[in-house]
């Protein structure tokens, strides 16, 4: 590192910054295998035209998740090319959007990735692409694959690209709101915001949800209360079944089972010579004998229990005699009463004890389904104040986004102006767009649609950030918004790329303090040709070329020292041996300090 640029010079945070630290290639048309370092603050990348600058930029594009353009990019002789980056993120801010990005869109990767951190204050995080020479392309994040779609997205969070190509963040109107919000401070506002769209949708899609199964929720009400009235009507009893069962056998065979105990009646107690009558006729002649023989006292007293028994039977069979119903009107109810109980059982899938179960559940359900209907219009009440808070805290957020219009064309104006654009016109339309009742209109970030505006030249229209002409130009613009905005959104590395196409040296040093001065909020990579830009960079690499047993290589390298001013000294007068142009190229590098 040059002299005067020790990192404690440069402020303590700028080299903790959440940053690209290695980019490794292997490859990619005419670079055979690079592997970069980059620092903190501002890294500049010099080399005469046609050296391969701007394919180190394509190399980050492709890591960004651009469709290469043909099989071009891949080096003659080999089957594929792969871009690797590794980027370093502090505890705060930037490694926590990674991480909810990760927990929302991959969450294994996420649930690794948080699982590897330990606690620590840095993360690393590794982004690379695959091209292979049939056209197709494969990402990964931390070693698993990932689709393109999702390797750009989780780029955007880390670096962003100004140049020639059209795919800078800054050009997206979501981000250009988030970008005001940072300028004015609006945290705060738009995080109440938050709170009262988040409330407001949860209601709005419990809502909409019920108001959807409404009718599948009456049909199912129309249908529990059909079968709880049911088996209400029926009104089961455990254990009914089987008193049934033994009644109506009774019934059916009343005529047999009466005439069956008429004739063990009779043998007992009601005919000629019943038992009974035998056993009293032994009796009384075991009792006039007992009194010439004791020891007929046992027999006699177990024929006197035997007669006990035989009478309480034939009282037992008299009895049951005469509960013996040959009733068939009573037959046919309880024939009816058990084909209902069968029929329910066959319909419920279950026996007595589930029915009586079943009309237990069924009865609560209903009650739950007409509970949810009344509910429905608490719902409705609570989900329109809810509604009404939101726009509340949309109209205060659009009122607070509006009063930062001004300030911030102002600072870029003066900033324009430094950067040799004076005459441009920078200006931000703001629109809050129509909310309905159903909270249609209202985004994440509140109702307010914002797009930046610039008329480059004087007598041009006003035209959204967007359309303007890719370039050295736009990338001018970025590098003014990002001063202005200079700590809003820091965590991303910046590059940007023809920055200073199509001016001379006179704004050079202009152009190099802003990025100089970007770099204390962000690593800033930039591809440049002024000398004073290069000067005042914390970090100097060469990017040249290189004829080796008849192959083209790019080779990329940090410059320090002498090789540094050499390089700057060619850059100034195309000639590193002349001693202006060395006296030239010290004190521009005296000056950064």
């Known amino acids: 590192m040059p002299a005067g640029l020790q990192p404690e010079a440069l402020g303590a945070n700028l080299w903790a910054r959440n940053m690209l630290v290695e980019l490794a290639i292997r490859d990619l048309a005419l670079i055979e295998g690079l592997e970069l370092s980059f620092g903190g603050g501002l890294n500049a990348i010099t080399g005469e035209t ?10 980050l594009e492709l890591l960004i998740g651009e469709r290469p353009r043909g099989t071009a990019w891949i080096r003659e002789g080999a089957t594929r090319a792969r871009i690797e980056g590794r980027f370093l993120l502090q505890a705060g801010a930037g490694a926590d959007r990674v991480q909810a990005f990760l927990d929302r869109e991959l969450p294994e990767l996420g649930e690794d990735w948080k699982a590897e951190s330990g606690g620590q204050t840095e993360r690393e995080l590794i982004l690379g692409r695959v091209l292979e020479k049939s056209g197709r392309t494969r990402a990964h994040v931390n070693q698993g694959a990932v689709t393109q779609k999702a390797l750009r997205a989780l780029a955007e969070l880390l670096f962003e690209i100004h140049g020639q190509n059209d795919h800078q963040l800054l050009l997206e109107p979501s981000h250009q709101l988030e970008l005001l919000d940072a300028f004015g401070k609006l945290g705060p506002k738009v995080q109440r ?12 899609e419990r809502l909409s949800r019920l108001e959807r199964e409404r009718q599948a929720r009456r049909d199912r009400l129309d249908l529990v209360r059909y079968q709880a009235n049911e088996l209400a009507e029926a009104d089961l009893q455990p254990g009914e079944r089987a008193r049934l069962v033994a009644d109506r056998d009774l019934l059916r065979h009343g005529e047999s089972l009466r005439k069956d105990l008429g004739v063990w009646l009779d043998a007992l107690c009601d005919g000629d010579d019943t038992a009974l009558d035998r056993l009293r006729t032994l009796e009384r002649g075991m009792e006039a004998w007992k009194r010439r023989l004791p020891a007929l006292g046992g027999p006699l007293e177990e024929l006197v229990t035997a007669k006990l028994h035989l009478e309480e039977a034939s009282a037992r069979l008299a009895s049951l005699a005469d509960g013996v119903d040959a009733d068939p009107a009573r037959l046919e109810r309880i024939e009816d009463r058990l084909a209902t109980l069968e029929r329910l059982e066959r319909k419920y899938n279950a026996d007595e004890a589930g029915l009586v179960r079943l009309r237990s559940e069924l009865e609560r359900e209903a009650a739950e389904i007409e509970e949810a209907e009344q509910g429905l219009g608490d719902l409705v009440a609570r989900r329109d104040a809810a509604l009404a808070a939101l726009e509340t805290a949309a109209r205060e957020l659009g009122a607070a986004r509006r009063a930062q219009v001004a300030p911030l064309a102002k600072a870029l104006h003066g900033i324009l102006g430094e950067l040799g654009l004076e005459k441009a016109r920078f200006d931000v339309a703001l629109e809050a767009r129509p909310a309905g009742p159903d909270g249609a209109g209202f985004g994440e970030r509140g109702s307010d649609r914002v797009e930046f505006l610039l008329a480059a030249n004087p007598g041009e229209p006003m035209q959204p950030l967007r359309q303007v002409a890719s370039g050295g130009e736009a990338a001018r613009v970025m590098l003014a918004l990002r001063t202005a905005l200079a700590g809003c959104g820091s965590g991303r590395t910046l590059v940007f790329d023809e920055v200073d196409a199509g001016i001379g040296g006179r704004l050079g040093p202009a152009i190099g303090k802003h990025l100089r001065s970007l770099g204390e909020h962000h690593q800033v990579l930039c591809v ?20 080796t047993k008849g192959r083209t290589r790019t080779e990329i390298r940090e410059l320090e020292g002498d090789a540094r001013e050499r390089e700057i000294a060619d850059m100034i007068a195309g000639g590193a041996d002349q001693a202006t142009a060395r006296a030239e190229a010290r004190r521009l590098l005296e000056s950064a300090t």
Do not use: D
């Open 50 to 59: 046609g050296a391969g600058k701007s394919l180190l930029v394509g190399a």
């Open 528 to 547: 440049t040709h002024l000398p004073a830009i290069a000067a005042l960079a914390h970090r100097h690499l060469k990017v040249s070329k290189q004829v």
């Open 193 to 204: 915001y938050r709170l009262r769209h988040g409330e407001f949708a949860e209601l709005a």
